[in-house]
């Protein structure tokens, strides 16, 4: 049995990688290859970096480029998912105090903004009436059981209702047919 063995440009390709993220202006190739165009970016990058530029990737630059392109990764990806915790079956009935509900009912709040009939209420850490009610609203809108309580499925529908609806949370994002206008939010 044979093994392939890892090419040596390995580490080119690695460092071309980060480069390009994070000088993506510079439109650099990724071919394994330190050649020219690596070593301009390098030398690029390292004054960028206030680094001696000798355009020879040595430990400070390394290190610099992975640092620099771990909070660019960050950045241009998709924000952290959210999970919030149930256990099993569990679920938040009327009168429940949860650390989540203060979540839940933020984001509720949020979709009221944008929806005219949703139910008011406060949000108070509790599952008390007037959260029942706007839980029984996205209950009803989702074709769930209305039992004004949080479980997983509600949960899973206002999760997906908060990220379409809310998107952004500028408001320009996604476009919304049954967004209140300005003047009534207030």
């Not at 990806?77 to 933020?106: D, F, M």
């Not at 949020?110 to 509790?126: E, I, N, R």
Request: hydrophobic share 35%; net charge neutral; charged share 25%.
């Amino acid at each position: 049995m044979s093994f392939a063995k890892t090419p040596e440009y390995a580490p080119i390709h690695d460092l071309q990688t980060m480069l390009r993220t994070v000088m993506p202006e510079q439109g650099l190739g990724r071919d394994g290859i330190y050649g020219n165009e690596t070593h301009e970016a390098v030398k690029k990058y390292q004054a960028m970096q206030g680094l001696p530029t000798s355009g020879v990737t040595d430990q400070a630059t390394w290190d610099a480029l992975v640092k620099d392109y771990e909070n660019t990764h960050v950045l241009r990806s998709e924000a952290e998912p959210l999970y919030i915790i149930l256990q099993p079956y569990q679920k938040l009935e009327r009168g429940s105090k949860n650390l989540h509900l203060y979540l839940v009912q933020g984001m509720l709040k949020a979709l009221a903004q944008l929806y005219y009939d949703m139910p008011a209420f406060a949000v108070t850490g509790t599952l008390d009436e007037p959260t029942a009610r706007a839980l029984i609203w996205l209950q009803k809108a989702a074709e769930l059981p209305k039992a004004g309580e949080l479980d997983k499925h509600t949960w899973r529908h206002l999760a997906k209702q908060y990220r379409i609806m809310v998107g952004d949370g500028t408001g320009s994002f996604p476009v919304r047919r049954t967004q209140r206008p300005a003047a009534e939010c207030r």
